[in-house]
Each structure stands twice: as structure tokens, then as C-alpha cells.
């Protein structure tokens, strides 16, 4: 139990600590605890994949269907953003098979994540 001196210290410790103030400093700490980048709400080329290769892909949907409303375009980037996922999950399992500074125990519940992070996304692209 915290004595009433530890929770005042605490209280104003808190004060000083409001998080960063600058845009560069917002925009990195937003990256806190980002790690495959298959799940939230804004999608990003990593720095390992190849952006001119998803632009590739999103211009070859957008050629394809034509998009021509806001919402056919919409949905076509997120076609585009969903295979691209779905693609990094195979990726992903196949670098876990190779990661020799995890357990066998730790591979398996790796790979088992990453095999429903592809089917999430393939479901997605070939939603209606």
C-alpha cells in the first residue's frame, strides 16, 4: 500500500510527464508498441516492404474496377490494403519458421497469430 507522501510524489511526478508537445514527437510516440502492423486503424508500408510495389498493386485495382464514386474508391484501396496484409502475414510466417532466438513454444503461438491475421485479411479482400 503507497504511503500518502508516495502518492503526492506520484501525483506530481504525473504533472511533468503530459507526453510529447511537438508534431515529430506525437507522430513517433503514435508508433509506440507498433510491431507488424496487421491490426489498427491506419495501414502503412513498412520499412522492409517495397512502397513502389503496393502502388503497383493499388493502381493495377483501381485500374481493373474503375473505380467511380467515393465509395468504389474506397473499397478498392481497402481491397489493395488487405492483400497487402494479407501478404505480410505469409511473409511473417515464414520468418518465424527461421527466428532461432525463439522457443518452439513460442514459433507455434507466432505462426498461429500470423495464420489468422492472412485469413482476416484475405476474408476482407473477398468480402462483397
Not at 23 to 30: C, D, F, H, I, R
Not at 121 to 127: C, K, V
Request: glycine fraction near 4%.
Amino acid at each position: 500500500m503507497a504511503t500518502d507522501a508516495q502518492i503526492s510524489a506520484n501525483q506530481s511526478n504525473a504533472q511533468l510527464s503530459t507526453g510529447p508537445k511537438s508534431e515529430s514527437g506525437k507522430a513517433a510516440s503514435s508508433q509506440n508498441n507498433f510491431k507488424y502492423g496487421l491490426t489498427g486503424s491506419s495501414f502503412t508500408v513498412l520499412e522492409f516492404e517495397n512502397q513502389d510495389e503496393y502502388d503497383r498493386v493499388l493502381c493495377g485495382l483501381r485500374f481493373e474496377h474503375q473505380p467511380a464514386t467515393m465509395t468504389e474508391s474506397i473499397l478498392v484501396e481497402k481491397m489493395a490494403q488487405s492483400y497487402w496484409l494479407s501478404k505480410r502475414a505469409l511473409y511473417l510466417q515464414d520468418q518465424c519458421a527461421t527466428d532461432e532466438e525463439l522457443t518452439l513454444e513460442q514459433q507455434g503461438r507466432q505462426l498461429a497469430l500470423f495464420i489468422r491475421y492472412q485469413t482476416t485479411h484475405d476474408r476482407a479482400f473477398h468480402a462483397p
